[in-house]
Each structure stands twice: as structure tokens, then as C-alpha cells.
């Protein structure tokens, strides 16, 4: 019985979130069909196209002046899930876990990954958007700059 609960437990700790990917990555597709046919649509019609709809809310975010915010959170939950997942690992090698301490230790080393990927790609994000970090800055000191 031990060892079905550790193999439930294995599935469950890395195949629920390749499970989530791949909900979310048909979801996104199915989106994409379904403005691909908007759009064949109206170019059969001859009507003019919107650009801003097909637009992603990634892009969205990033017109908005909101790249400083999205980088933010990556940065942020980045330490939360480094942070856990060091608890997580602490607690299992002093011994204080009264749950099974190998999940408690898989799941450490899942959320300490997961902090870690956080914190990088908050680096190479930054480093990637330099550009319009630096050009979003220069608007905001002109909008501070400019008289009413």
C-alpha cells in the first residue's frame, strides 16, 4: 500500500502540471483558430481589419507601461516559491515533518525549481527588454516633466 501511495504521489506531483500545460496550450489554440477564422472572414467580406483584437494581453501589458509590473511579479513569485520550497527542504532534513517526508522533499525540490525559473527569467527579462525599459522611462520623466 506504501508504494502505490508514493507512485499516486510521483503522478500527481509532475504529471498534474504537464496536465495543466497541456490544457492551457488547447485552450490558447483553440483561440487562435477561432480568430483565424474572424479574420479569413472578413478579409472575405472585405471589411477592414482590427489589429488590436488580435492583439494577445501579453502585448496589451506591455503598450500599457505595465512591462515594469509583469517583471515585478516575476521577481516576486520567484522568491515566494524559493522560499517555500527552502522551508519545505529545511523541515524535511531537521526532521519536523509529521507527513511523508519524501513528497515533502519532492515537493520542496518542485517549488525551489519552480523560484528558481522565476528568478531567472526575471533576469533575462530584464536584460531582453532593456530597450523598452529605458524608452518607458524617458516617457514617464517627460509626462512628470510636463507642465499643465
Known amino acids: 500500500m506504501g ?12 504529471g498534474l502540471p504537464a496536465f ?9 489554440n483553440n483561440k487562435i483558430k477561432a480568430q483565424e477564422k474572424v479574420l479569413l472572414k472578413s478579409i472575405e467580406m472585405g471589411q477592414p481589419v482590427n489589429i488590436d483584437m488580435f492583439l494577445d494581453e501579453e502585448n496589451r501589458k506591455y503598450e500599457k507601461g505595465g512591462l515594469k509590473l509583469t517583471l515585478l511579479r516575476k521577481i ?7 522560499l517555500i520550497g527552502l522551508l519545505l527542504l529545511v523541515l524535511c532534513l531537521i526532521g519536523k515533518v ?20 522565476f528568478i531567472v527569467s526575471f533576469f533575462i527579462g530584464r536584460k531582453m527588454m532593456a ?7 524617458l516617457d514617464t520623466k517627460e509626462l512628470a516633466e510636463k507642465p499643465e
Do not use: D
Open 3 to 14: 508504494n502505490v501511495v508514493e507512485i499516486i504521489s510521483v503522478i500527481a506531483v509532475f
Open 131 to 137: 530597450k523598452e525599459l529605458a524608452e518607458n522611462e
Open 98 to 117: 509529521s507527513f511523508n517526508e519524501t513528497i515533502i522533499f519532492m515537493l520542496s525540490f518542485v517549488f525551489l525549481s519552480l523560484g528558481v525559473a
Open 76 to 82: 516576486q513569485s520567484g522568491i515566494a516559491c524559493f
Open 20 to 28: 495543466i500545460v497541456a490544457i492551457i496550450m488547447k485552450v490558447k
